[in-house]
């Protein structure tokens, strides 16, 4: 195993994701307060959840006293994307650990996920150890956080105010920024078009369905045309 393979360098690679996470579960905490979740319950949200935008949905179904089946449903089909994230990393984790791979899929998030399938379109291979490495330091970091954020509480009323409402969208930037460092020339125009595609389609699909379901199938969509591109 080498230097750039180490659970080390998997901890540094996941800085600038960390940094977003901070602002993020922070404001994420306050949220949570401010929808009367209690510091245990926003604790076992971030063990158990562990996804931003499903847990900022669950404050917000929380608050208006949404069904319990209700939450259950829309949380579902809001992670239901990690399946497809974790179907792209498969290849790389084929000779890995049935125990290590379900720590791996457990764990994979947006970003995480963003961070790892950008080193292996560069380098064609991950190790498991390195991903454990970016995993876990983001885990723990976005869990610590959310209960700092639920313990300041009513400290900061207002989070939009110090763009704590903006950090996740700015993940994404980086992310998709990042991905174009290792696509070739000749496909970024194809990619272009994609997520022109993903756009007009989650736009059009709104007219006729809930938002989540909307990305949902857009994406599936983009990413079918994508295939036939590539082919």
Same mark, same amino acid.
């Given at each position: ?132 490495? %970016?995993?876990?330091?983001? +885990? &723990?970091?976005? /869990?610590?956080?959310? @209960?700092?954020?639920?313990? *300041? =509480? ?52 709104? %007219?006729?369905?809930?938002? +989540? &379901?909307?990305? /949902?199938?857009?994406? @599936?969509?983009?990413?079918? *045309? =994508? ?5």
């Amino acid at each position: 195993m080498t230097h750039k393979d180490s659970f080390l360098q998997g901890v540094k690679d996941c800085i600038p994701t960390m940094l977003g996470y901070f602002s993020v579960a922070l404001a994420f905490g306050i949220v949570g307060v401010s929808s009367g979740l209690s510091i245990l319950e926003i604790t076992l949200l971030s063990i158990f959840v562990y996804a931003g935008a499903a847990q900022f949905i669950i404050c917000a179904l929380v608050a208006i006293q949404s069904p319990i089946s209700a939450i259950f449903l829309t949380v579902f089909f809001v992670n239901s994307r990690m399946f497809l994230q974790s179907l792209a990393l498969v290849p790389a984790f084929k000779s890995n650990s049935f125990w290590s791979n379900i720590g791996i899929g457990t764990l994979v998030t947006d970003e995480s996920f963003g961070v790892a399938i950008t080193k292996y379109a560069k380098e064609k291979s991950l190790n498991s150890t390195w991903m454990h490495g %970016l995993n876990i330091s983001a +885990y &723990l970091l976005w /869990i610590l956080t959310s @209960i700092l954020g639920g313990l *300041v =509480g009513n400290l900061i009323p207002k989070p939009e105010t110090f763009g704590l409402d903006y950090a996740l969208t700015a993940m994404f930037i980086f992310l998709l920024v990042a991905q174009f460092e290792t696509i070739h020339k000749s496909k970024i125009t194809v990619y272009i078009y994609l997520i022109v595609l993903t756009i007009v389609s989650m736009m059009l699909l709104t %007219l006729f369905m809930p938002t +989540y &379901l909307s990305i /949902i199938i857009a994406t @599936i969509i983009a990413s079918v *045309v =994508g295939v036939v591109f590539d082919k």
